[in-house]
């Protein structure tokens, strides 16, 4: 059994020391995501760009005559890929730009490029296989699936906390003067040691809401934190029947049937692989009925029609706009492309919609290029707080152990770090479960190693709990 050590000191509750070495530690777990995650995602803020330079050699083609109708279009891809059936047909944004037909097959969504004329299909490629998908499951998974969802959001967690405890250590004590707080001292005194202290620490200050509202909002698409806030939504009454984002793994972008007339039967389907109402043979002529009436709605692009579902005899649409507010989910009649049914995002449920714009502007689209250059700012930030961390960390450690801070003074029981580690727990349920995980490790394992509890310094850690 551990004893403290009566001679040392008691400080109360936060002792800086103590939070410096949550601080190392968040940062130790989390910098490497951290690197990868400003990365990727500053690459998918600019999505639309990509996608648009991309398709730049489908969308100005030369017609020399009418165009074809959509069911036309819609017959040429089917024909292309034998064993499908139409899964969606997005609306051209412009006369010459070519049909976008995206089909399905055993539950796979291949996308099929047609000339609007000629009916000549100038590609073919799976969905999960553009390269903004790619990009968005490296950030959000790290193509390993669910197990990369977890590992992302338990870094997502640990950052919470680091920015946190870094704010905590930022806070200004006996400060003469902005320097080192709101702008770095460009002094070179001590090795340069406090031009990076500085750089580091008034950087964090700059950019650390921006960071926090980055991770809280990616929340909702991790496996776990998705999952549980299904669990808490289940239980509060609050839940709905089809949620606009999906969580864990990157599924196939959900087609308007999907999002608008779910059911336990559709949702059984969405699993085992989408399904429309017919196959390859199946008459899609309605489907410029439904054009008819959606293309003057000029809804936010894209735009997606989709054919009934089982046991559904509705055609649907839907705007799939990355500016969440702006989508628009419509119910159409089979026979007379009559509007049915209609959903904007303000007859949503709230917590779907703070989501949703959330999530809007964690993609960089909610309110335009500034937002775009809000996140690659806060990401270049990131990469800078990195960088600053490891060099601080590699001048200041000692040769032969980790560096981590030494812990000092024994901190008094605080009943408000209690409330706030269980608040924390209870909002980042991932997180207390890898701390308490942690916790355990170190006290019944790398403790009792004489050359690991040395490396890790233990020993005074040991001295200071409480």
């Not at 130790?28 to 995501?33: K, N, Q």
């Not at 100038?122 to 903004?132: A, I, S, V, Y």
């Not at 196939?252 to 389907?269: G, L, N």
């Not at 490790?441 to 409480?466: H, T, Y």
Request: proline share 7%; net charge positive.
């Amino acid at each position: 059994m551990e004893h403290s050590n009566p001679a040392m000191p008691i400080k109360p509750w936060p002792d800086y020391r103590a939070v410096w070495r949550w601080h190392f530690y968040a940062g130790l777990i989390c910098v490497p995501f951290i690197v990868w995650l400003a990365i990727t995602g500053s690459i998918y803020l600019f999505k639309p760009q990509i996608e648009a330079w991309l398709d730049a050699p489908y969308d100005h083609l030369v017609l020399t005559g009418p165009p074809a109708s959509a069911a036309a279009e819609v017959n040429a891809a089917l024909a292309a890929v034998p064993g499908t059936t139409l899964r969606a047909y997005e609306l051209p944004q412009a006369p010459d730009a070519a049909a976008r037909v995206i089909l399905n097959r055993q539950g796979e969504a291949i996308r099929v490029y047609v000339h609007p004329q000629t009916l000549q299909i100038l590609k073919t490629m799976p969905e999960e296989g553009r390269l903004m998908r790619t990009i968005f499951k490296l950030h959000g998974e790290l193509l390993i699936g669910d197990t990369g969802s977890v590992i992302v959001e338990l870094a997502a967690s640990w950052a919470i906390i680091m920015i946190i405890t870094g704010l905590y250590l930022w806070w200004p004590r006996q400060a003469q003067g902005l320097g080192g707080i709101v702008y770095p001292r460009l002094s070179n005194s001590n090795n340069g040691r406090i031009f990076w202290r500085d750089l580091h620490a008034v950087t964090g200050f700059w950019i650390s809401c921006f960071v926090l509202f980055l991770l809280l909002t990616g929340l909702p698409w991790a496996k776990f934190w998705g999952g549980y806030l299904k669990e808490v939504r289940q239980l509060t009454g609050t839940a709905v029947a089809q949620q606009d984002w999906t969580s864990g793994a990157a599924k196939p972008e959900k087609t308007a049937a999907k999002a608008v007339e779910h059911t336990d039967h559709s949702e059984h389907m969405a699993m085992s692989g989408w399904s429309s109402s017919g196959n390859a043979a199946q008459d899609y002529s309605a489907v410029d009925r439904m054009i008819a009436t959606v293309r003057p709605l000029n809804l936010a692009p894209p735009v997606l029609v989709s054919p009934p579902m089982k046991n559904s005899t509705h055609w649907t649409a839907k705007s799939d706009a990355q500016n969440r507010p702006l989508r628009v989910n419509l119910v159409l009649d089979e026979k007379t492309g009559a509007i049915l049914k209609r959903e904007d995002f303000k007859d949503r449920h709230p917590i779907d919609r703070i989501v949703g714009i959330g999530i809007a502007a964690h993609e960089g689209q909610l309110f335009g290029w500034p937002n775009q250059l809000l996140g690659v700012l806060t990401a270049c930030g990131l990469l800078l707080l990195s960088v600053s961390s490891v060099i601080l960390w590699w001048r200041r450690r000692a040769h032969g152990v980790l560096g981590a801070p030494d812990p000092g003074a024994r901190s008094r029981f605080s009943a408000g770090l209690a409330v706030i580690v269980v608040l924390l727990g209870i909002y980042l349920p991932l997180f207390a479960a890898s701390a308490i995980i942690v916790k355990l490790v170190e006290k019944f394992a790398l403790s009792r190693i004489p050359a690991v509890r040395d490396w890790l310094g233990l020993n005074n850690a040991a001295q200071a709990s409480p």
